[in-house]
């Protein structure tokens, strides 16, 4: 796969199937995918949850085949959330998820984002270093929906300090 193959864009209505199958067959993938619940209601409107309450959410393509996703969530006006980030099985270990990230990160800068925090269960190896070698700071580990949950948070470059 070539840089030029991958189409990094902004969500769009028609790619509401495509997001929902590669978020529970990613999530199946890696053994954290339950039943159907209300935590996933937000991949049912992302354009609201996502992009119209401040945030971002982004798709990478590869020719016709959605490869991976991630959504920004804003928390505050200080901070925003990365979230629902997966890559299909298929494309993983290419460097999408890093692509996805910094993507993230570009656009929460552009927002006006000063941190950015987010989660991956334990069992999520991959994730921990992909977030890790990004400069994420491990926080806190908590139970949450049942799986060991690691959270981090990154201080974004090129946002002021105003203390």
């Given at each position: 796969?070539?840089?030029?193959?991958?189409?990094?864009?902004?969500?769009?209505?028609?790619?509401?199937d495509?997001?929902?199958?590669?978020?529970?067959?990613?999530?199946?993938?890696?053994?954290?995918?339950?039943?159907?619940?209300?935590w996933?209601?937000?991949?049912?409107?992302?354009?609201?949850?996502?992009?119209?309450?401040?945030?971002?959410?982004?798709v990478?393509?590869?020719?016709?085949q959605?490869?991976?996703?991630?959504?920004?969530?804003?928390?505050?006006?200080?901070?925003?959330?990365?979230?629902?980030m997966?890559?299909?099985?298929?494309?993983?270990?290419?460097?999408?998820?890093?692509?996805v990230?910094?993507?993230?990160?570009?656009?929460?800068?552009?927002?006006?984002?000063k941190?950015?925090?987010?989660?991956?269960?334990?069992?999520?190896?991959?994730?921990?270093r992909?977030?890790e070698?990004?400069?994420?700071?491990?926080?806190?580990?908590?139970?949450?929906?049942g799986?060991?949950?690691?959270?981090?948070?990154?201080?974004?470059?090129?946002?002021?300090?105003p203390?």
């Open positions: 796969m070539s840089q030029d193959e991958l189409i990094v864009r902004r969500f769009e209505s028609g790619d509401s495509g997001v929902w199958h590669l978020h529970r067959s990613a999530s199946q993938h890696v053994g954290v995918c339950g039943p159907e619940g209300t996933e209601d937000d991949l049912r409107n992302v354009g609201a949850v996502y992009i119209g309450s401040g945030g971002d959410f982004v990478a393509h590869i020719g016709p959605l490869a991976a996703m991630g959504g920004l969530k804003r928390v505050d006006d200080d901070v925003a959330e990365v979230k629902r997966r890559v299909d099985p298929d494309f993983q270990r290419r460097g999408l998820g890093r692509r990230l910094r993507e993230l990160e570009s656009r929460a800068v552009a927002l006006g984002f941190w950015i925090m987010l989660d991956t269960t334990t069992i999520q190896a991959g994730a921990q992909l977030y070698t990004a400069g994420y700071v491990r926080r806190k580990e908590r139970t949450l929906h799986y060991a949950v690691i959270f981090y948070e990154k201080r974004l470059i090129g946002q002021d300090d203390t």
